[in-house]
């Protein structure tokens, strides 16, 4: 089989027969037909829930040993990693250092097409080499067609080296899927448009990365119940979140909430613990320490 006609039988490039009328149906069957094939993404997620439960628990004790998480990827699947990293500082207070992203063609390819720069298989290495990419860090690789060669080079390298290999991919038994250790296969089959894998195949990249990184930070201690206690404090929408995040946790008025966060320095953490344990900075820093950071430990931990 030659390579045209290996691309031509992945699953995401055939072409459905049920969409063959899309130029001529109108507005609000347009919206109907794409919402139904949207609604496809998530039992195809719930297929692979096993799979993804292995990727997070490895890397949450990679990560909680001071490893990182790397996200590599081309086109859509590159911007949809570089997504992911990038909201999770604002989100967890996780330093760039602890999550990156990168994406074929680097930042030029964030915002414009860089389509040849997906088939280097050498330059997603060099990339995790200038990192200093380590056995004790966590590389996903990001394709929708599973055979992207700067990403199967980049998990080849991550494999030699002995970091924690997951690859994400639209196709199942892909190229990726052979080099990763860890291999979540969502089957969300032809897309709407023949090959458009920013419909389906993006959709469940995006909803797939939401769980790894949520649920990695809920496992790192960085909520208490659903709120996100971790949350850098950068603009005056912010402030008032986390006012709002400390009286639901501790039942304070604002003003109590507020007087609580400016005395803490602004660590949401700290001004909980501060509240309801009736204690000083220095002593929630204390319980937070020996409770590996986790709030709900922090609060019955005896000193």
Same mark, same amino acid.
């Given at each position: 089989?030659?390579?045209?006609?290996?691309?031509?039988?992945?699953?995401?490039?055939?072409?459905?027969?049920?969409?063959?009328?899309?130029?001529?149906?109108?507005?609000?069957?347009?919206?109907?037909?794409?919402?139904?094939?949207?609604?496809?993404?998530?039992?195809?997620?719930?297929?692979?829930?096993?799979?993804?439960?292995?990727?997070?628990?490895?890397?949450?004790?990679?990560?909680?040993?001071?490893?990182?998480?790397?996200?590599?990827?081309?086109?859509?699947?590159?911007?949809?990693?570089?997504?992911?990293?990038?909201?999770?500082?604002?989100?967890?207070?996780?330093?760039?250092?602890?999550?990156?992203?990168?994406?074929?063609?680097?930042?030029?390819?964030?915002?414009?097409?860089?389509? *040849?720069?997906?088939?280097? &298989?050498? #330059? /997603?290495? =060099?990339?995790?080499?200038?990192? $200093?990419?380590? !056995?004790?860090?966590?590389?996903?690789?990001?394709?929708?067609?599973?055979?992207?060669?700067?990403?199967?080079?980049?998990?080849?390298?991550?494999?030699?080296?002995?970091?924690?290999?997951?690859?994400?991919?639209?196709?199942?038994?892909?190229?990726?899927?052979?080099?990763?250790?860890?291999?979540?296969?969502?089957?969300?089959?032809?897309?709407?448009? *023949?090959?458009?894998?920013? &419909?389906? #195949? /993006?959709? =469940?990249?995006?909803?797939?990365? $939401?769980?790894? !990184?949520?649920?990695?930070?809920?496992?790192?201690?960085?909520?208490?119940?659903?709120?996100?206690?971790?949350?850098?404090?950068?603009?005056?929408?912010?402030?008032?979140?986390?006012?709002?995040?400390?009286?639901?946790?501790?039942?304070?008025?604002?003003?109590?909430?507020?007087?609580?966060?400016?005395?803490?320095?602004?660590?949401?953490?700290?001004?909980?613990?501060?509240?309801? &344990?009736?204690?000083?900075?220095?002593?929630?820093?204390?319980?937070?320490?020996?409770?590996?950071?986790?709030?709900?430990?922090?609060?019955?931990?005896?000193?």
């Amino acid at each position: 089989m030659s390579f045209d006609e290996d691309l031509a039988a992945l699953r995401t490039e055939q072409v459905d027969e049920k969409f063959a009328m899309l130029d001529v149906m109108s507005v609000g069957e347009l919206i109907r037909v794409m919402n139904e094939s949207d609604a496809e993404v998530p039992p195809a997620i719930a297929k692979v829930t096993s799979e993804i439960e292995s990727a997070i628990e490895g890397i949450v004790d990679r990560m909680v040993s001071g490893g990182r998480l790397i996200y590599i990827g081309a086109g859509t699947s590159g911007r949809l990693g570089v997504l992911d990293a990038a909201e999770l500082g604002p989100t967890f207070s996780v330093s760039p250092t602890e999550v990156l992203a990168f994406i074929a063609g680097g930042e030029d390819a964030l915002r414009h097409a860089v389509e *040849a720069a997906e088939d280097n &298989l050498d #330059s /997603g290495v =060099a990339e995790l080499r200038e990192i $200093n990419l380590s !056995s004790k860090d966590c590389l996903i690789g990001i394709a929708a067609s599973g055979r992207t060669p700067y990403v199967i080079g980049a998990l080849n390298y991550a494999n030699e080296v002995g970091a924690l290999t997951v690859g994400l991919t639209n196709n199942p038994g892909s190229d990726i899927s052979r080099v990763a250790q860890i291999s979540i296969e969502v089957d969300t089959g032809p897309e709407l448009l *023949a090959g458009s894998t920013r &419909l389906k #195949s /993006g959709t =469940a990249q995006k909803l797939v990365l $939401n769980m790894i !990184s949520t649920i990695t930070m809920i496992r790192m201690g960085k909520t208490f119940g659903n709120l996100m206690v971790d949350l850098q404090i950068t603009n005056e929408k912010l402030q008032e979140r986390a006012i709002r995040i400390i009286q639901s946790a501790t039942g304070a008025n604002a003003l109590e909430a507020a007087n609580a966060l400016e005395l803490s320095g602004n660590r949401v953490k700290l001004a909980i613990l501060m509240n309801l &344990l009736h204690i000083n900075a220095e002593e929630a820093e204390e319980r937070l320490k020996i409770a590996s950071n986790h709030t709900r430990v922090a609060l019955e931990t005896h000193l």
